[in-house]
């Protein structure tokens, strides 16, 4: 069964700094993932995702992750944190026998002015 | 762009009373879920469904919970005898395809339980 890990429940960095969310899987099966944003009381928003071919995958907002299959990672960065940055970010994994979605426990980003 | 849109987004409703959920999934998609936050944790898996019934549901979908899709665009979540341990938020969510490349969230349905 699929499983995600997210390292750090809780992650400050100072603006303009290097963003960095860390996100181990547990797949049997290739697997699909995915990085979504959930700001104070709203839903959940996609950032990116990799489901087949280039390992490097860009999303919104300047975000970016890498599908390393020997580490069964896939962490999230982010080359310099803005303040609206500050929000959870949940790691997730795919069910790809078909039908849900494992979400990790979610890494608040906390930026400082 | 198409979005699953969820009604209504706060409910407040007395321990032991009936509650629907409801979410206008997009429209050509085949699969619907429903997930929990609750406050502070991480989001949960509760039911899929396709081909009008359940596909797959977690331990957390018990007698209590029900889903149904009553008219084609509706899908919804009934609680029939709410708990305190109820509350939490619950997103509804659509895909196209049983890949579940991507399944799109609605914003969610905060539901109190006094």
């Known amino acids: 069964a699929q499983s995600v890990t997210q390292l750090g429940s809780h992650v400050s960095v100072s603006e303009g700094a290097l963003v960095l969310l860390r996100c181990n899987y547990s797949s049997s099966v290739p697997p699909y993932l995915f990085w979504y944003v959930q700001y104070p009381n709203q839903g959940l928003q996609l950032l990116l995702k990799?489901?087949?071919?280039?390992?490097l995958v860009k999303g919104i907002n300047g975000f970016e992750a890498e599908f390393k299959k020997s580490e069964t990672s896939f962490h999230l960065t982010k080359p310099s944190a803005h303040m609206s940055d500050a929000a959870e970010y949940f790691c997730a994994v795919s069910d790809t026998g078909g039908f849900k979605t494992i979400f990790g426990a979610g890494t608040r980003l906390f930026v400082k002015a | 762009e198409p979005e699953v849109t969820q009604t209504p987004s706060h409910q407040v409703t007395q321990m032991g009373q009936e509650v629907i959920l409801r979410c206008v999934p997009i429209?050509?998609?085949?699969?619907f879920y429903w997930y929990r936050q609750i406050l502070g944790q991480k989001v949960e898996f509760l039911v899929s469904?396709?081909?009008?019934?359940?596909?797959?549901k977690s331990e957390i979908f018990d007698d209590q919970f029900s889903v149904e899709r009553p008219d084609g665009s509706n899908f919804t979540l009934k609680i029939r005898s709410t708990k305190l341990e109820d509350s939490a938020m619950y997103f509804c969510?659509?895909?196209?395809?049983?890949?579940?490349?991507?399944?799109?969230f609605g914003q969610g349905t905060r539901l109190t339980v006094v």
């Open positions: 469904f396709y081909n009008n019934e359940i596909s797959e």
């Open positions: 429209s050509n998609h085949l699969y």
């Open positions: 969510a659509s895909s196209l395809d049983s890949l579940n490349t991507e399944a799109f």
């Open positions: 990799y489901t087949t071919g280039a390992t």
